[in-house]
């Protein structure tokens, strides 16, 4: 369980109705098969130890003490087991008959769950869970929790609390998951028994995972399998495993064992962030139980650019909505300042490119020309034929005003002024021509009582990849949310759907990622960012996961030694792991003072909104996880 990664499964075993003998043997086998792959909890499907089709037979004794003798050989044949387990029983107490799981480990019941949410028909063979926390003597054990919402606590794992419901309560109005959540529960197992009719896969699917979301818990869910009665209905055995709202295991009709891990210190940081007010009490809380700690093996899949959607149908939709999104805050802005432009500085990369294709958006939205919008070229000593061209042929076929101001004779005054050697290609050679950009847009938007359209993207301002008070400052930071992964996706989504931007925007697209401040070679870029700081999509995966969750850079490593396996050794990824805290931490004074700009996903970094840190932090403690490894 290092890292916080908990492995769980759900299970559906071959069962045969009634025969409760063969059930336990099918149970036990698969707790033994689910303990060997490595999982430390397991639920199985509703009444799985009887079959959940027995119908009157419930009313049968020869049923119920069958049930009763199966669960002590399951007990017995898993004592060794760490495993925790929910098995699913019919269950005698106090007179009435409850649909029960018995939640299990070490031989030993740490707690019976009954259902509290029956159908019409079930009501003919069982009674609702009653009210409140009770104990009950069976199973040779005197003190067993007996009630619908019960939580079993993992003394060795504060991180984890289990709660378990059925799938009538999981679609009730007021699902006792719910409290369980509010109690502190973080993972969740439902057992059912649903037909595979059309269509329930899709309900069920939306059921487990809009529910992990809003509980922001991982949901365990098992359904009957095939060994089911076919009278009335097939059962099809679906399986599902989730996670906050995604869904990261399913299976389907085979039955069989479904494996995957919850994360339950993503679990812990986004219940830190999100949810107030107080918790529940303890009183509703099972006998706590020891899981050894060991490492989890991760088998979940993990996405490489996890800013950017896989499904290129999801992609689509996603770029369509921050492009749209930004220009929306855009537009907004323009009305408010009545700016008669809007005055964006285009260098043909691919930054200035979607701040453009934002603005042009903008001001159809206000049925405004293209002409209102400004786009400023402006040459200096690292400018290529290649980009230039770019830029003036994207503002051409916008139908934006361009405008082109060459700016190396004043920045040679300015060294002179200054008594800067201009053969010394420092950091003062660099940041002299970003500031003198950013001086002609600013006086240009003056002119024309406009405003500057801002290019800096979300990556660049992790890393503080800008120049203060030069390319860093704008009037309306429009990428100001949008990761460099993403932009690239945003100008290909557009470069598909505009056939007549199509051919300058793919040259774009295949232009290296450069600042052009440094003298061209041959006139090809002689500065590439990703050489210099690293790939962008390592930095927006440690981005990601930094930001957003709050991960320890040695849980960040680990990931995404497994994400980029195929791309990057680990030793790389260690070097632009540090690289990344070391620049993130000593560049937070550019952020603090961000111009306003629309906030498109989760991850955000204005000092207003999304993240808030002294820009004197000590990086020691993170540093300090990285020198570990």
């Known amino acids: 369980m290092k890292d916080g990664f908990l492995s769980v499964s759900c299970g ?20 033994r098969k689910a303990d060997k792959a490595g999982a430390r909890v397991l639920v199985l499907p509703e009444l799985g130890l009887t079959g959940y089709t027995c119908a009157d037979l419930f009313f049968q004794d020869a049923l ?36 029960c799981a018995a939640v299990i480990q070490k031989g030993r019941v740490l707690g019976l769950v009954p259902k509290a949410s029956l159908s019409d028909a079930e009501t003919r063979w069982f009674s ?12 040779g054990q005197t003190d067993i929790p007996f009630g619908a919402v019960l939580t079993f606590p993992c003394d060795t794992l504060p991180g984890l609390v289990l709660g378990f419901e059925f799938g009538g309560d999981l679609a009730a109005l007021m699902p006792p ?3 369980m959540a509010r109690d502190g529960a973080t993972v969740v197992g439902c057992l059912d028994a649903a037909p595979a009719v059309v269509g329930a896969d899709d309900r069920h699917r939306q059921l487990v995972t809009s529910q992990s979301l809003r509980l922001a818990c991982g949901y365990l869910y098992a359904s009957a399998g095939a060994g089911e009665s076919v009278a009335d209905a097939v059962y099809g055995a679906h399986e599902l495993i989730s996670e906050n709202g995604a869904l990261l295991a399913e299976r389907r009709f085979d039955g069989g064992l479904l494996l995957s891990e919850i994360d339950l210190s993503r679990l812990d940081y986004e219940r830190r962030r999100n949810w107030r007010g107080a918790c529940g009490s303890d009183a509703r809380r099972a006998a706590p139980f020891s899981l050894s700690i060991r490492e989890t093996r991760l088998t979940r899949y993990l996405p490489s650019m996890p800013f950017v959607p896989e499904s290129p149908d999801a992609l689509r939709e996603r770029c369509r909505e921050i492009l749209l999104t930004a220009a929306l805050g855009l537009k907004r802005r323009l009305q408010d300042t009545n700016s008669k432009a809007a005055v964006v500085g285009l260098s043909g990369g691919l930054d200035s ?5 934002i603005t042009a958006r903008a ?32 503002a051409e076929s916008l139908g934006a005003t361009l405008r082109t101001v060459r700016i190396s004779s ?23 021509q970003a500031r003198e950009r950013t001086q002609v847009l600013m006086d240009i938007a003056n002119d024309l009582g406009g405003l500057v359209v801002g290019t800096g993207d979300l990556s660049e301002l992790a890393l503080g990849w800008c120049t203060y008070n030069g390319d860093h400052m704008s009037m309306y930071a429009v990428n100001a949310s949008i990761p460099k992964t993403l932009i690239r996706h945003i100008v290909a989504c557009a470069a598909d759907e505009s056939p007549e931007l199509s051919g300058v925007l793919r040259g774009i697209l295949e232009t290296p990622i450069s600042p052009e401040l440094l003298p061209a070679v041959q006139g090809e870029i002689a500065q590439k960012t990703e050489d210099l700081v690293g790939p962008y999509e390592l930095h927006d995966f440690f981005l990601y996961y930094a930001v957003r969750w709050g991960f320890a850079p040695s849980k960040i490593l680990r990931l995404a030694a497994q994400a980029f396996a195929d791309r990057y050794s680990r030793d790389v990824i260690l070097k632009w792991l540090r690289v990344f805290y070391g620049r993130f931490f000593s560049q937070q004074f550019k952020r603090d003072c961000l111009p306003d700009g629309p906030k498109v996903g989760k991850a955000s970094l204005s000092p207003r909104g999304d993240w808030r840190m002294p820009s004197d932090a000590s990086r020691a403690l993170w540093l300090a996880d990285l020198e570990t490894l």
Do not use: W
Request: glycine fraction near 6%; charged fraction near 20%.
């Open 12 to 31: 559906a075993p071959d069962l045969r109705p009634a025969d409760c003998h063969y059930n336990a043997e099918q149970t036990f086998t698969l707790m």
């Open 64 to 99: 119920l003490k069958g049930a009763e003798e199966a669960l002590r050989t399951v007990l017995e044949a898993t004592r060794p087991l760490e495993l925790v387990a929910a098995v699913g029983l019919p269950f005698r107490a106090g007179g009435r008959l409850y649909d």
């Open 128 to 139: 609702p869970a009653p009210d409140g926390l009770q104990t009950v003597a069976a199973f």
């Open 177 to 179: 998951s719910a409290q």
């Open 353 to 357: 490119t979607l701040a453009i294709l």
């Open 363 to 394: 001001m159809e939205l206000l049925d405004r020309p293209a002409s209102d919008i400004v786009a400023v070229t402006m040459p200096g000593f690292g400018t290529t034929d290649n980009t230039k061209d770019n830029a003036v042929r994207l």
């Open 410 to 432: 004043s920045v040679l005054r300015h060294f002179r002024d200054i008594g800067h050697d201009p053969d010394l290609h420092n950091v003062t050679y660099e940041n002299a």
